[in-house]
C-alpha cells in the first residue's frame, strides 16, 4: 500500500461548488502539505500543519483551506471552487528530528478541473 | 526569499547521452537541496538530496547531484540517459533549521521537461 494517498485521484466539478480534496498517510509524519502544480510554475505551497492543533498558511492560501483531522489525515477544501483553481494538487508528509531531516514525501496527486 | 531556477525548461537528448540539469538557488545560508522526477500521470519521486557533507551525492536511478555553494547551483547529471528518464524533473530548496526549529517548506523550481529520443 503506497504511504501517502489522496482521494480522489480526478475531479471535474463547476463554478461556485464546495470541494474537499483528502490526504492520508501511514508513515507517522507528524508534518504535511498541500501544494498545487501549474505547468510552468513548479509546486507552490498551500497550507501545511506541523501537527494536529498546528496549521499555517503557505504562499497561494486565498480561496483555500484545510483541516488536520488527525495526524494521519490532512483534508483541502475549496469552498467556492473558481477556474483558476484548476490544477495538480499533491499532499505531501516529512517527519522531523528522526534523523530523515526534512525530507518531503509525495501523494500522488488530485487532478481538478473547475468549469 | 529563498528561490530556485531552473534555466531549461525542456531539454532533448538521445538515449544513450549525457544528461545534465541545472539548478540555481539564492538563500541565505546553506540550504537543504533536492531533486525530484515526476513521471507521466504520476506524483514526484525522490532522486536525492544534499544536507550536509559530501558536495557529490548519489541517488537513484543512476543519478548524482554536485552541489556548489560559489556557484549556488545543484545540477543534476546522469552519464547515460535511458528512455524511461523521459519526465519531468524539479529542483527544490528547504531551509536549514535554526535554533532548534525547521520550517520545512520546499521551495521548487518551474521544471525541466526531458525527452529521450531513441
Known amino acids: 500500500d503506497a504511504d501517502v494517498t489522496q482521494t480522489p485521484r480526478n475531479r471535474i466539478t463547476k463554478t461556485g461548488k464546495r470541494i474537499m480534496l483528502e490526504c492520508s498517510q501511514t508513515k507517522g509524519h507528524d508534518r504535511m502539505y498541500w501544494y498545487r502544480q501549474d505547468p510552468g510554475l513548479g509546486l507552490r505551497l498551500i497550507y501545511y500543519s506541523f501537527d494536529v492543533k498546528d496549521i499555517n498558511k503557505g504562499e497561494i492560501s486565498d480561496g483555500y483551506s484545510v483541516s488536520r483531522q488527525a495526524q494521519a489525515k490532512f483534508s483541502l477544501s475549496l469552498e467556492s471552487a473558481i477556474p483558476n483553481q484548476t490544477a495538480l494538487y499533491f499532499c505531501a508528509t516529512s517527519d522531523f528530528g528522526t534523523g530523515d531531516q526534512e525530507t518531503q514525501y509525495f501523494g500522488p496527486g488530485t487532478r481538478l478541473l473547475v468549469l | 526569499a529563498q528561490s530556485v531556477t531552473q534555466p531549461d525548461i525542456h531539454i532533448t537528448v538521445s538515449e544513450g547521452a549525457s544528461l545534465e540539469l541545472r539548478c540555481n538557488y539564492s538563500y541565505g545560508a546553506t540550504p537543504y537541496l533536492f531533486w525530484y522526477v515526476q513521471s507521466p500521470g504520476q506524483g514526484l519521486q525522490l532522486l536525492l538530496k544534499?544536507?550536509?557533507?559530501?558536495?557529490l551525492v548519489q541517488g537513484i536511478k543512476g543519478f548524482e547531484a554536485e552541489f556548489k555553494r560559489s556557484q549556488s547551483s545543484f545540477n543534476l547529471r546522469k552519464p547515460s540517459v535511458h528512455w524511461s528518464d523521459a519526465a519531468e524533473y524539479f529542483c527544490?530548496?528547504?531551509?536549514?533549521?535554526?535554533?532548534?526549529?525547521?520550517?520545512?517548506?520546499?521551495?521548487f523550481g518551474q521544471g525541466t521537461i526531458l525527452t529521450v529520443h531513441p
Open positions: 527544490a530548496v528547504g531551509p536549514l533549521r535554526a535554533g532548534g526549529t525547521s520550517y520545512g517548506k520546499l521551495t
Open positions: 544534499y544536507f550536509s557533507g559530501d558536495t
